[in-house]
Structures are given as structure tokens and as C-alpha cells.
């Protein structure tokens, strides 16, 4: 492998450990539900989902799990689902 590489692995290591370098602006996410399969949306700040508590209420279980898990990737605005703290350190496997 030539060293180019070798540093750009690096670098993205890098950025893997640090996930506030990155926020999302748009996305779209199939959420396996219990009941049913449900399209997930982050689109500038709003979110969407297709289940039913969502249209009710303007948030549910999808969203506030999609804000859990992408956590400092999205604007601090935008993630109402996750208790302080939660979400601003890196994923540990």
C-alpha cells in the first residue's frame, strides 16, 4: 500500500474518532419497526417519519432513535430525542 493511502486511513481514523467534525444536513433512513417499515427523513433541520404517532404528534420513537444514534452528527437544534449528555462521544463497538 503506498503511503498516500496509509495516510489517508489515517486521517479518516481520525475523523471517525472525532464525530463532531460532521453533520448531517439531509438524509433518508428505512427504520424496521416492530409493527411495520417506516422511511425516516432529516431534510435541513425538519424531521419526518411515515408511522403514525409521527403524523400525530410531530416526533416518535424513529426520529428520537435516529437522534440517539447519530448523535453529534446532526445539529444540537435538532436533536430534541436525546437526553443531555447522550450522543457527544464517539461509538464505542
Known amino acids: 500500500m503506498n ?3 496509509i495516510n ?3 486521517k479518516a ?3 471517525a474518532e472525532e464525530p463532531e467534525r460532521i453533520q448531517f444536513t439531509r438524509f433518508e433512513a428505512t427504520f424496521q419497526g416492530e409493527n411495520d417499515v417506516h422511511t ?3 431534510d435541513n433541520g425538519e424531521w ?3 408511522c403514525r404517532f409521527f403524523e400525530d404528534w410531530g416526533d416518535c420513537c424513529h426520529t428520537m432513535a435516529m437522534q440517539r444514534v447519530l448523535g453529534v452528527t446532526i445539529p444540537a437544534a ?3 430525542g436525546i437526553p443531555a449528555g ?3 462521544s464517539p461509538l464505542v463497538h
Open 3 to 5: 503511503s498516500g493511502m
Open 8 to 10: 489517508k486511513i489515517a
Open 13 to 15: 481514523k481520525r475523523y
Open 40 to 42: 425516516t427523513t432529516f
Open 48 to 50: 419526518q417519519c411515515t
Open 78 to 80: 435538532y436533536r430534541h
Open 86 to 88: 447522550i450522543g457527544t
